[in-house]
Nanobody, 124 residues
Framework: QVQLLESGGGLVQAGGSLRLSCVAS????????TAWVRQAPGKEREIVAA????????YYADSVKGRFTISRDMVKNTVYLQMNSLKPEDTAVYYC?????????????????WGQGTQVTVSS
């Protein structure tokens, strides 16, 4: 079992920045693929960014490329999502998800473990 706890969400004006953190506990998190997934009201969940176990490979949705950066700190068992130039359409609940053990970069929603989510609201 892997437990995931997100933090860092909040209210920010358009053009601002936030950094989300996802701290993992349980099994060896360093061998897991991880992603940030968001869900806006009335919309389906979508993968925003994903990272493989070593951090050598990443994936970004087209809507966030050039604005968001995913990274991981294996010592701290933490995955981050740096979000810059935020837009009102980025408003959503952001979830951290993990799958593994695996060496793959997982770009679908087929993750085994999910956090509770953190709300991000971007005002215009």
């Amino acid at each position: 079992q892997v437990q995931l706890l997100e933090s860092g969400g909040g209210l920010v004006q358009a053009g601002g920045s936030l950094r989300l953190s996802c701290v993992a506990s349980g099994r060896t998190f360093s061998s897991y693929a991880t992603a940030w997934v968001r869900q806006a009201p009335g919309k389906e969940r979508e993968i925003v960014a994903a990272i493989n176990w070593s951090g050598s490979r990443t994936y970004y949705a087209d809507s966030v490329k050039g604005r968001f950066t995913i990274s991981r700190d294996m010592v701290k068992n933490t995955v981050y999502l740096q979000m810059n130039s935020l837009k009102p359409e980025d408003t959503a609940v952001y979830y951290c998800a993990a799958d593994g053990p695996t060496t793959a970069l997982v770009t679908t929603l087929k993750y085994d473990y999910w956090g509770q989510g953190t709300q991000v609201t971007v005002s215009s």
